[in-house]
């Protein structure tokens, strides 16, 4: 059992971020020193410039560009709010301190700026997710949901007040909370070669009893449905840094096909960020062909799932040879079914029977 | 007695008449009307509605002999020439008197003079039955005072019942529409409250007094031609048109009697009564008379009705306008038309409407007159107007005769050719308040458009500079930059000067003021130096109470200022004011 060892620190990225900010500052002060009304350009992220990049192999922004000045009376107020964003931002990462979509909102009015509502503070937030490059993770500014990740990975706190401290995910055995402390740690190391990803809370117990971890040498990923932005950095983060696999297992429907895409092409909303997607992500059930592979109780497509899957036949994202013969396969036999529909079978029937051959099958 | 149906209206049009006989008398011998006009209770036995109503003018003055004449009998007055004047028949202030007789059964107090050594005192009572005046007492009195130093004028004093705090709102209201339509006037009111209204003239210049003219042949009627046989000294009726009709001649009174089938050798007084009425018809239907012509008429002019309007309602804009003269059944007319808007004009919902005669204001009836139909009928929102913004027209038409709807009513009838000078009187003041509307708009646009760079910028500079590290936040003045030139400023009776601010880097350069007082009004002008010399960006322009102005400056100048001053002596304004300089 090889360790593997953290290719790349977390905190250079944070220095990048900030010097990132503070080139901002300097750029809009030079601009004023000069005469000029501050301005900045960035990628327009209306829906006419989104595009699935298949190089990238995620969704990307196009080559139309908005400009924002303050020239302009009607850009005023978002550019103002742009800046004091960055300097925020700057301030939470150089306090080491963190904050939420909502908390921003509320922060703004202690330095006199005042948002209409949280959709607006939203919408700046991104924008400077698009002007940097950098997702609002970088800038400590959180969402609320948390996933959770179990397994045999060690890291580091960079958060103040545990520097330096080193934790190990298989201590708790409902698997840790993903939050700042772990987007922000060092990966140390692993006795892993494989992560898999989990929709349901309900497997990931199951798989933690019956020793997954062990015995696939497997670090476990939930994602509470709809992967969050930050589990889907961090299972990027446990790809390219530790170069471990990843494989996700799903509902057998298109709404878990849709958890697996966002997973490993980004979402439409994310566009215009590299960060947030593991292209290398395998989709690895519950497959269309599995239901009756392993003779799964399922249950009718419904109409909004047929009209669905008509959509996703055509959707770029998906022609991959897996994604169409398992999209025919739904629409051909009409069925869907749950994971939890393994323990029809017994309780470890999907760890015993299932998960070996599925994954030998990935492997190959 | 038309208006003298009731205590409360009776009241109201005692004082009108006798305002109207003063006003009058002064123009006709071209003097500036001082007016003053004391209205208090009669203490005497004890009953509340009796007044004593006193009047005193400047004007002409009544000749001692005709003074018992002049009031105590019905018909004086020499309204056979046609010349534009004031009440129909010259029977208000009679008729004000004798009501005031027939309620307390009190004499009438009169004192006049025409400027002569001698000042007479008379009191009178009219013997109703016998259509005549008895004297009850006689004084004379010294004139002080040289020659030209001299008092002339006229003192009316008498008793009447009223209800004065009914009247009050009309009374106040008809002394306002006066001080509008004759802003060369002096008017004084003291009420039996004690309280003091003064209208102060603003201006000396006063129209001509309108030139005497003879009938229009289309608009005689039987009546007017008996008259007109009583006092002629014509003994054929060919002399008689000639001598009595408007624009008649040789030419004219020849083809005309042909036409008539009258002879022209007839002695006038030995006409039969249907022969009479051969001729009035006769006269309405020959078609050759000359067009009257409109020298007989005095309308104010639209300078007068422009200061008298400023003068009483203080507005923001105001427009006027004269028509040229026009005619109905042979009566010429003259429409004259205002608007005004905004500053102290009263906010009474809809459109406000004042309404004048021959320069009398009409305040009864309104809803029956053509001029509040086509008021209503107007869509003012084509014209910027939203309900609820102070706005007020006014509508004043003179005339040789008239056109009432009845007897007794303040009606304006609704004649084609009248309302078709109303209307299109109406409407082009009505256009200058829509460009004035609709710049205001802009303007009002522009100041908060503008108010937000203000807002914004600082804070731009000071996150930027905060981010990039910068101990020093970079100044935004050469993108944005708001010199505030006057703060709280009492203005003086001489021009002063605000600071200079510096406008050559800036692309657009925006200039506001604000006059904070809430009764005086100041003027304001925008000067701009160029090459070393100071040129005027904007002319001088009225600040009312509680307005703004807001201009954005066309010429690209060096430097700007503004100058601010009282628009009239003693009566400042609290001025604020800033320039606002915008880069690129």
Known sequence: MSNKIAKESGARRKDAILSNLEELGKRFCGQIGEGVFPWVEMKSRSTDNIFYNPELRQYDLGGKTIKRSSRIISHLRPFTELVWTAYFAHELLRERKTSTLRDVYYSAQAYDIFFKDQAESDGIITDLETVTGYSREGFHVFPEERSAVFGDLTIEYTVPGYEGRRLNFTSHPDGMMIGPALTDSLLIETGADKVIVLEKGAMLTRFIEERVHEKFKAILVYTAGQAPRSTRYFIRRLNQELDLPVYIFSDGDPWGMHIAMVIISGSANAAHLRELATPDAKWSGVWASDIPSYKLPSDKLTERDVKRLGELKKDPRYKDELWQREIETFMKIKRKCELEAFSRYGLSHIVDKYLPERLKEMED | ?584
């Open chain 2, 1 to 584: 007695m038309a208006g003298f149906t009731n205590a409360t209206r009776s009241m109201f049009t005692a004082i009108r008449e006798l305002v109207e006989n003063s006003l009058d008398a002064s123009e006709v011998e071209g003097v500036l009307p001082d007016i003053y006009i004391r209205l208090s209770h009669d203490d005497d036995e004890g009953k509340e509605d009796v007044y004593t109503l006193r009047i005193m003018d400047n004007g002409s003055g009544i000749p001692a002999t005709q003074v018992p004449l002049a009031f105590g009998q019905f018909l004086f007055g020499s309204k056979y020439r046609l010349r534009q004047a004031r009440g129909t028949f010259g029977l208000g202030g009679t008729m004000a008197i004798l009501y005031g007789q027939i309620t307390t059964n009190k004499p009438v107090d009169i004192i006049s003079s025409t400027g002569v050594s001698k000042v007479y005192e008379y009191k009178l009572m009219i013997d109703i039955q016998r259509n005549r005046p008895v004297i009850l007492d006689r004084r004379v009195h010294v004139n002080k005072g040289r020659k030209e130093n001299r008092w002339h004028g006229t003192v009316v004093e008498f008793h009447l019942e009223g209800d004065y705090y009914r009247a009050m709102p009309k009374i106040l209201d008809y002394l306002k529409q006066t001080a509008i339509v004759n802003p060369y006037a002096n008017i004084t009111f003291v009420d039996p409250r004690g309280r003091l209204y003064k209208y102060q003239r603003t201006t000396t210049k006063m129209p001509p007094p309108p030139k005497v003219t003879l009938p229009h042949p289309y608009g005689v009627d039987v009546e007017t031609i008996q008259r007109i046989i009583r006092i002629t000294r014509c003994r054929n009726v060919f002399d008689f048109m000639k001598e009595h009709f408007h624009r008649v001649g040789e030419q004219t009174a020849r083809q005309f009697l042909e036409f008539a089938e009258i002879d022209g050798e007839i002695d006038p007084t030995r006409l039969r009564p249907d022969e009479i009425v051969k001729l009035v018809q006769a006269m309405k239907n020959f078609g050759d008379f000359l067009p009257p012509d409109a020298s007989c008429l005095s309308p104010l002019g639209e300078d007068l009705l422009r200061a008298g309007i400023l003068k009483e309602l203080e507005p923001e804009l105001v427009a006027v306008s004269q028509r040229s003269p026009s005619t109905y059944s042979g009566y010429p007319f003259i429409v004259e038309t205002a608007v005004a808007f905004g500053g102290k004009v009263p906010n009474r919902g809809d459109v406000n409407l004042y309404r004048f005669a021959n320069k009398i204001p009409l305040l009864y009836d309104e809803s029956g007159d053509v001029s509040w139909k086509i008021v209503r009928s107007i869509n003012w929102r084509r014209y910027r107007v939203a309900p609820g913004m102070p706005v007020t027209v006014l509508v004043h038409i003179c005339s040789t005769k008239i056109p009432y709807k009845t007897v007794g009513k303040e009606i304006i009838a609704d004649r084609p050719e009248v309302s078709r000078e109303i209307l299109n009187g109406i409407r082009t003041v009505a256009r200058q308040l829509k460009r004035y509307l609709s710049r205001r708009e802009r303007v009002e646009r522009q100041v908060r458009r503008l108010s937000i760079f203000s807002r914004y910028l600082p804070k731009i500079a000071e996150f930027s500079a905060k981010l990039g590290g910068s101990q020093s936040q970079p100044s935004t003045d050469k993108l944005y930059r708001r010199q505030t030139v006057f703060k709280d400023l009492m203005t003086s009776d001489q021009y002063v000067d605000s600071e200079t601010f510096e406008a050559e880097s800036y692309r657009n350069v925006v200039v506001y003021v604000k006059n904070k007082h809430r009764g005086n009004t100041v003027n304001v002008r925008v000067l701009g130096l160029e090459s070393s010399q100071w040129r005027k960006l904007i002319e001088e322009a009225n600040l009312s109470a509680s307005s703004e102005l807001y201009e954005m400056l066309t010429k690209r100048v060096e430097l700007v200022k503004i100058q601010v001053r009282s628009a009239r002596t003693d009566k400042p304004g609290i001025v604020d004011a800033f320039i606002d300089g915008l880069g690129e």
